[in-house]
């Protein structure tokens, strides 16, 4: 009988408990609100209200009721909220694979169902457990693999989020009380399905256990929070992010996502007598040379790049033409509107992005020639790229060859 792992005594570790549960049941609790609510916000940076463009999710129906204009303001916005998601995110994962195994016995007992509550429960158990281990499996292989799931992975990610979370929720209400009785016990007073009728003698303390747990989820904290910072920090970002391209040093020696041989842009139609800027809006297209762009009245924003995949830099010093001033060349002269930025990239997902009227607006979004005193370098998106203040890197389109102004 003890052979199965249905009976009872087949699970000996004497740490299983109400105890031990309840506890990385509350860890978890906080720790998953923020990472949903981190998620959604960064699912609104993206403004997919804006233009089927930014929109990887069309059919989200009544799952977009609370998405809102991104806002410009603080600049770091995008940065900190992703850092935190993604940071978060790989840190709590010795605190999910504990509380799982905490409970391991509870999946295979038998009967499957002993009522149609009971029966109810185990399937909500099933989406929680299912939906868990599916967002943190999704959101890790985007990080690590460099998409994995072509263009998808917004969209596996997000729905997966709403199913996790409901079932997270009624799991919540149902188990926070007793968890938080549970805790103020120091030992498991009541008997628990989770406690062996025949433990083995312990090895560890529930605490030491714990402090097991934590360190990990520490190491995994020390090896992941330095991709949110620049020089010696970034270097402890074991983890994190995926490999990437050597950005060097001197000016342009910050993260490159994508490097310009990556994108298929060629040195041929970057250079000078070949690129050509596209602007069209109200009154028409205009088409212009950088060293026409050059000659515009050029503006600095001390702005970072923040990718979804959690990392980021520091603030870079850009040097451009505004937004707002190309949309006054083609008849916007007070009342910028929404722009469709497309690159010279053929292929690819971010070839091209919609920004919304009040990123165009402020003054601090450029189109962008230099960075840190000198000319974009090839990787960072020369001729010209799109900056804007407290946007995700996504829409910061590198080597961009057309700008359309109007409402989308
Ligand atoms: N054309 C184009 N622009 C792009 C991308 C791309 O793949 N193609 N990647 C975007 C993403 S996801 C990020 S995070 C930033 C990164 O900019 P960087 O490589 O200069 O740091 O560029 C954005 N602009
Ligand atoms: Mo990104």
């Known amino acids: 009988m003890t052979r199965s792992p249905s009976s009872p005594g087949f699970w000996r570790s004497p740490l299983r408990g109400a105890w031990l549960t309840s506890a990385l049941g509350v860890v978890l609790l906080g720790g998953i609100t923020v990472l949903f609510v981190t998620g959604l916000v960064s699912y609104a940076a993206y403004n997919p209200n804006l233009s089927p463009v930014n929109d990887k999710t069309p ?3 009544i799952l977009g009721f609370y998405l809102f204009p991104w806002p410009t303001d603080p600049h770091w916005l995008y940065r900190l909220n992703q850092g935190l998601h993604v940071t978060l995110g790989i840190t709590l994962i010795p605190v999910l694979l504990a509380k799982l195994w905490s409970v391991i016995p509870r999946l295979f007992a038998l009967p499957p169902a002993r009522s149609l509550a009971h029966a109810l429960e185990r399937i909500s158990l099933l989406l929680l457990v299912g939906g868990a281990l599916f967002e943190f499996v999704t959101g890790v292989l985007n990080i690590q693999l460099d998409y994995v799931f072509p263009g998808s992975f917004y969209t596996l990610h997000f729905y997966g989020a709403w199913v996790f979370f409901a ?8 188990k926070t009380p007793a968890a938080l009785r549970n805790l103020r016990r120091l030992r498991d007073e009541e008997p628990s399905d989770l406690v062996s009728p025949r433990p083995d003698p312990p090895t560890v303390s529930r605490r030491g256990a714990l402090w097991f747990v934590g360190g990990g989820s520490l190491l995994l904290f020390a090896t992941t929070a330095g991709q949110s910072f620049d020089g010696l920090l970034r270097r402890t970002a074991l983890l994190a992010p995926h490999g990437g391209a050597d950005p060097g040093g001197g000016p342009s020696g910050f993260q490159i996502n994508k490097t310009a041989a990556y994108a298929g842009i060629h040195a ?10 596209v602007v069209t809006g109200r009154t028409g297209t205009v088409r212009l040379s950088r060293a026409q762009l050059a000659r515009l009245p050029l503006h600095s924003a001390a702005l970072p790049i923040a990718c979804v995949e959690g990392w980021s830099t520091s603030d870079q010093w850009w040097r451009g033409v505004r937004l707002r001033d190309l949309a006054a060349l083609v008849g916007y002269d007070d009342d910028p509107p929404d722009v469709l930025v497309e690159s010279l990239q053929r292929r690819g997902a971010f070839r091209r992005a919609a920004l919304r009227a009040n990123q165009v607006a402020d003054p601090r979004s450029l189109l962008a020639l230099y960075v840190n005193g000198e000319d974009l370098s090839p990787d960072h998106g020369f001729p010209a790229r799109i900056i804007v203040p407290a946007a995700p890197g996504v829409l910061n389109t590198k080597w961009v060859a057309r700008m359309t102004f109007g409402d989308l």
Not at 167 to 174: G, P, R, S, Y
Not at 268 to 277: H, S, V
């Open 59 to 61: 059919d989200k129906g």
């Open 167 to 174: 079932a997270f929720v009624a799991h919540a209400v149902l």
């Open 268 to 277: 041929a139609e970057t250079a000078e007598d070949a690129w050509r800027l």
